[in-house]
């Protein structure tokens, strides 16, 4: 086995910045503000609240708890992390999402960061007072006119510069390269922050363009409405955007934890982490992009702006033009919007190298500089997909099945495990021991007999979710023997290509989006079968070793002296 240098955490304020980082990405302020305009504001923050608190919160803990577990065990990587909690010989590979999951993240959402970044370059020298950014958009991506296949040029480059950037990082380890990261982009990414929405939301009435208050935008997010408890739809939108902006059901909170000593608190440090992205998203996350948008444009069209449910068309195509208000402070604001953006999104995607990094380490053997330049060797292959095919569909493919839909299975797999395989008892003292606050007993009950019902009720309401998220009306047609109507973004409706017509290929023989679609389908599920033949060979080879599971292994030490490598535990 090679020859390894101890990882571990410098201070335990690099760790709960490294986890708050990993979690405070670009849905902070693109999605969030979205999901919420797109749902009645706050209709949807008060079920997003309680979706916080009834899942969030305690997934948060599952996953520190199992990664420290594993990390004395000497794991680092979800298989192996997975594998020591029971028995079960099906635990290491449903481990296996924790190794696709940030893999196949990484790949489009570095290229949503090298977006950021470019916009970020081209606000400092001044673009966009001469170019619309809805023309500079699809220029920039190469998809004008484009049907299946882009033709970038700045956009691939950009794309190159962010993941050599990302590489560069992880290759110096979890303190000198992550937690150094985070120390530094976390907080000038708060300044950023704070100074956008000062800025926003004290706009007077009587500026060049403004035609609302802004404060008109943040009471319509803040303002609580229960009348979002009894939309399904709503509750939905609300615990996928939980589990999207807390990074659960990732592995990357498992695999941070899982260099924790053993006897260290992980209760506060999940909490703090947990707490820290909640204010980011709700109060600052709300207090930029909607209200500026509404200021200018009126409430109605930032509604309309938003109906993607994704945030990019008003942050990327409506807020460079708005900002040209601002007279000279229009390429500052530019800058700051977009490196806000961009430190959001690097401080997340190095979370998603660690756990893939850990396992090339461990099972493959594969030193840290080589792990690093394989993670970003296959990450670019799969990238250049989302960057050439994007108008096809792939970049839209790989955001929904990684970065929706597995991480939902997976955040089940990890709940249902920690509850019933490790043990309701054993996970609850896992949890407890060391911490330095009173972790509440009711999650010990919301843990066992809550969360993972609720979870599974949000992944089947994701599979079958109905046309236009109208429940009722569905059901009124199913009772009618209309059959029950799929939405297109429902998981049954995404595999049966719910609302899209023709073959691969039209009349013309060229490929259509329906092509692009299942050639990435294709190849994403070639990937996490390849990654699942991995850890068979692996744990194969252990066995021939006579190596039993989560004991002792050579050249691995446990989570305590993981530690001690790089100045001590977290």
């Not at 296996?96 to 290229?111: D, E, H, K, T």
């Not at 807390?246 to 999940?270: K, M, Q």
């Not at 309309?304 to 390429?331: H, I, K, M, R």
């Not at 047609?477 to 691969?504: F, M, N, Y």
Request: hydrophobic fraction near 50%.
């Amino acid at each position: 086995m090679a020859t390894r240098q101890a990882e571990g955490w410098n201070s335990r304020i690099g760790l709960v910045l490294a986890v708050a980082g990993g979690a405070v990405g670009l849905g902070n302020f693109l999605r969030f503000p979205a999901e919420a305009a797109q749902n009645g504001g706050g209709a949807f923050l008060v079920p997003y609240l309680i979706s916080f608190v009834l899942m969030g919160i305690p997934l948060l803990w599952v996953e520190w708890a199992i990664g420290r577990h594993g990390g004395t065990r000497g794991y680092h990587a979800l298989p192996g992390i997975l594998d020591v909690l029971g028995p079960k010989r099906w635990l290491k590979y449903a481990g296996v999402f924790g190794l696709f999951i940030p893999l196949a993240v990484a790949a489009f959402y570095c290229y949503i960061e090298s977006w950021a970044l470019a916009y970020a370059w081209h606000s400092a020298i001044g673009t966009f007072e001469s170019v619309p950014a809805t023309e500079f958009f699809p220029r920039y991506l190469g998809i004008d006119g484009a049907t299946t296949l882009a033709h970038p040029g700045q956009a691939l480059i950009f794309f190159l510069i962010t993941l050599a950037l990302n590489v560069a990082i992880l290759s110096r380890g979890v303190a000198g390269g992550i937690e150094r990261a985070a120390k530094i982009g976390l907080p000038l990414l708060l300044i950023f922050g704070v100074v956008l929405a000062v800025r926003g939301l004290t706009l007077p009435l009587d500026a060049p363009g403004v035609v609302a208050s802004p404060l008109v935008g943040l009471d319509f997010i803040w303002r609580p409405d229960l009348s979002g408890l009894a939309n399904p739809t709503t509750w939905l939108a609300a615990a996928g955007q939980v589990f999207f902006t807390l990074s659960v059901g990732v592995g990357s909170i498992a695999c941070y934890a899982s260099y924790v000593g053993r006897d260290e608190d992980i209760a506060l440090n999940a909490a703090s982490a947990g707490w820290m992205n909640e204010v980011v998203e709700v109060v600052l996350g709300s207090s930029i992009m909607i209200p500026i948008g509404v200021a200018y444009l009126g409430l109605g069209a930032v509604e309309q702006a938003t109906s993607g449910g994704d945030g990019f068309a008003l942050g990327f195509l409506t807020l460079p033009t708005l900002f040209e208000n601002w007279g000279a402070w229009a390429p500052v604001a530019g800058l700051m919007w977009f490196g806000l953006l961009f430190l959001a999104g690097i401080t997340s995607s190095l979370s998603m190298g660690q756990p893939v990094m850990a396992f090339f380490e461990e099972e493959l053997d594969i030193g840290r500089n080589g792990s690093s330049l394989l993670f970003g060797g296959v990450t670019l292959v799969l990238g250049l997909l989302c960057v050439f095919f994007f108008p096809g569909g792939a970049f839209d493919e790989f955001n929904f099945w990684a970065g929706t839909f597995c991480l939902v299975a997976f955040g089940l797999i990890e709940a249902v495990a920690f509850a019933y395989v490790f043990g309701i008892d054993q996970g609850w003292e896992e949890l407890t021991r060391g911490a330095d606050i009173r972790v509440p007993r009711i999650f010990r009950f919301l843990i066992q007999w809550v969360t993972p019902p609720f979870i599974l009720l949000v992944f089947v309401a994701a599979i079958i979710k109905p046309e236009a998220g109208d429940w009722q009306a569905a059901v009124s047609v199913l009772t009618s023997g209309g059959g029950w109507p799929l939405a297109a973004d429902s998981v049954l409706g995404k595999v049966l290509h719910v609302g899209v017509e023709g073959g691969w290929f039209d009349a013309a023989g060229n490929a259509t989006p329906r092509f692009v679609q299942d050639l990435t389908r294709l190849l994403l599920t070639s990937v996490f079968a390849v990654l699942s033949f991995l850890v068979w060979r692996s744990w194969r080879r252990k066995a021939a070793r006579g190596e039993i599971p989560g004991g002792p292994r050579g050249g691995i030490g446990s989570g305590v002296s993981d530690g001690a490598g790089e100045g001590g535990g977290a």
